[in-house]
């Protein structure tokens, strides 16, 4: 069992930045490949990012590509996910989820765990 739980959002204002963490406990979190989702009001949840489990490997959905980065610390049992350019379009709850199987069941929006999640609101 692997408890993940999710901190840092906010409201901030388009363009700004923000920093997610997602701090994970119980079964040794090098287990496991982690990513971020998000879900906004009325609409179906969506990956964001991907991250194996050494760090070497990240994978972006087309959206947030080159505004976002996924990063984990293994020492600090914590995953990351800094934002940068934020646009009201970005507005959902953000959540981690972690995943003991390839890289692409995050892609597909498989995971065996995931945490509850943080409210990201961006203003115009």
């Known amino acids: 069992q692997v408890q993940l739980v999710e901190s840092g959002g906010g409201l901030v204002q388009a363009g700004d930045s923000l920093r997610l963490s997602c701090a994970a406990s119980g079964r040794t979190f090098t287990r496991y490949n982690m990513g971020w989702f998000r879900q906004a009001p009325g609409k179906e949840r969506e990956f964001v990012a991907a991250i194996s489990w050494s760090g070497g490997n990240t994978y972006y959905a087309d959206s947030v590509k080159g505004r976002f980065t996924i990063s984990r610390d293994n020492a600090k049992n914590t995953l990351y996910l800094e934002m940068t350019s934020l646009k009201p379009d970005d507005t959902a709850v953000y959540c981690c989820?972690?995943?003991?199987?390839?890289?692409?069941?995050?892609?597909?929006?498989?995971?065996?765990?995931w945490g509850q999640g943080t409210q990201v609101t961006v203003s115009s």
């Open positions: 989820a972690a995943d003991n199987g390839a890289p692409a069941s995050l892609t597909a929006g498989q995971a065996d765990y």
